[in-house]
């Protein structure tokens, strides 16, 4: 049911957006996470020195590419719905060719919501 809930708000903040966003400068650009949870954590904060990155100040714009492959696809999603949410003018999300029905069902997005559901 909380998953539900923060698909339908995401969508409900996409299709408030305009097909052409405007973000103002500077902005972290960040592609490809692959259901990699941990490097999606590693955006954010510096584990080695232990200080967090900015990121409640920085804007990002996120490539697409969240899902498949990795084994944490559906957090790496949901966190970054939850932070478009929260946080709708700092954080910027494009669809890549894996957030399509074809390619994550063949490359296992589909697969991993099948055997956690």
């Known amino acids: 049911a909380d998953i539900l809930r923060v698909l339908v708000k995401a969508q409900s903040r996409f299709k408030q957006e305009p097909p052409l966003v ?23 904060f510096n584990f080695a020195k232990g200080e967090k990155a900015g990121w409640l100040t920085q804007r990002y714009v996120f490539l697409g ?10 957090e790496v999603v949901i966190f970054l719905f939850l ?35």
Not at 29 to 41: A, P, W
Not at 88 to 115: P, V, W
């Open 22 to 44: 405007h973000c103002l400068l500077p902005v972290a650009i960040v592609g490809d996470t692959h259901g990699q949870f941990q490097d999606l954590h590693r955006v954010f």
């Open 65 to 74: 590419d969240y899902v498949d492959r990795g084994m944490q696809s559906l």
């Open 83 to 117: 932070l478009k949410i929260k946080f709708r003018k700092s954080f910027f999300l494009l669809r890549g060719n894996h957030e399509t029905k074809a390619i994550n069902r063949q490359y296992g997005f589909l697969l991993e919501l099948s055997n956690r559901f």
